[in-house]
């Protein structure tokens, strides 16, 4: 299965039998089976048809909307979702039970520090220059690894300072393995200041979206989060899961500066915003797509996974009424 991405103004998109057909003003660019088509980003000024949606999700793909010159996620479509209430029911009563909001919550904060760790274990094989520093940031994240692990009285509050403190010593180990001229001093979100936090930004929001679909697959609720505290227009569930693989993220976007995929020259500003420029947005998308395909299949498994123990509880919910 695979993903088209639409990122040209004035594009139509026709359905033609059983290929989705790609039209330019100049006329016909190409056309794609849909029968290989997983998914469909779209951005920029893109025209099509209820019916065209209408195939694409009876295909099984999903559609996703990015929006803005900041390529902010808008929305996703999807087809017909699991049909097993069971899950729902149990992810609701999880969210209301604050002992397992809690233990869920420290197993999401375990498993990010402990992939945060991975990464800057494997960098300092390659960049013994910063050894130093990544030793320090392994040594600080094993302290807030043993105190998510083994504090009595935990709470999402305590959870949410222990992350913290780690993303603080990751992120300040993690800037030294890029070179001074792309100007990354850290993490920074809105608007992203250098190329690096515009190249996270961006394939966090993807990965975003995917967990999204993948929620939505599983006959989960992307909106309910159980450590991401639910707000109007959040798929906080989505948020939560994600948060495991983001250090997964942050190693293909160092691999990507490394190989000089991109460069300064791949970015233009915007105010105070660093955004990816179209061609580098056309080479984002090639080399982000393999990559995704596992994280896809990472994401999928971890929320059948998820899915499963909320169907006991859902039923065990059920019985007491």
């Known amino acids: ?56 999700v009876e295909a099984g793909a999903s559609i996703a909307l990015l929006g803005g010159r900041r390529s902010r996620y808008l929305a996703t479509c999807v087809g017909q979702v699991h049909n097993d209430v069971w899950r729902r029911l149990g992810q609701f009563d999880a969210y209301r039970n604050p002992v397992a909001r809690v233990g869920w919550a420290r197993e999401l904060v375990k498993a990010k520090i402990s992939a945060q760790q991975r990464l800057l274990r494997r960098a300092m094989e390659s960049r013994p220059s910063q050894r130093r520093a990544l030793f320090a940031a392994i040594r600080r994240l094993d302290a807030a690894l043993e105190s998510a692990s083994s504090c009595t009285e935990l709470t999402l509050a305590r959870l949410l300072g222990i992350e913290g403190a780690a993303a603080a010593a990751y992120f300040s180990a993690y800037a030294g393995l890029f070179p001074p001229s792309l100007g990354f001093a850290g993490r920074r979100r809105r608007p992203p200041p250098d190329p690096v936090n515009a190249c996270l930004s961006f394939a966090y929001t993807l990965l975003h979206y995917e967990a999204v679909s993948a929620a939505h697959a599983a006959g989960l609720d992307p909106m309910l989060g159980l450590y991401h505290q639910p707000a109007y227009g959040r798929e906080s569930f989505a948020a939560d899961v994600i948060e495991p693989f983001r250090p997964h993220v942050d190693e293909w976007v160092w691999e990507q500066f490394r190989e000089r995929t991109f460069t300064n020259q791949s970015f233009r500003r915007e105010g105070e915003a660093v955004l990816l420029g179209k061609p580098a947005r056309r080479r984002f998308y090639e080399h982000f797509n393999p990559f995704n395909e596992t994280m896809r299949r990472l994401l999928r498994r971890e929320m059948r996974r998820v899915a499963r123990e909320f169907v006991q509880h859902g039923k065990a919910l059920e019985a007491t009424v």
């Open 1 to 56: 299965m695979s993903t088209l991405y639409i990122d040209r103004k004035d594009i139509e998109l026709r359905c033609a039998g059983s290929a989705l057909e790609v039209y330019e003003p100049a006329g016909r660019r190409g056309s794609i089976p849909l029968a290989g088509l997983d998914r469909v980003v779209l951005h920029g000024r893109v025209r099509l048809s209820t019916s065209v949606i209408g195939a694409l």
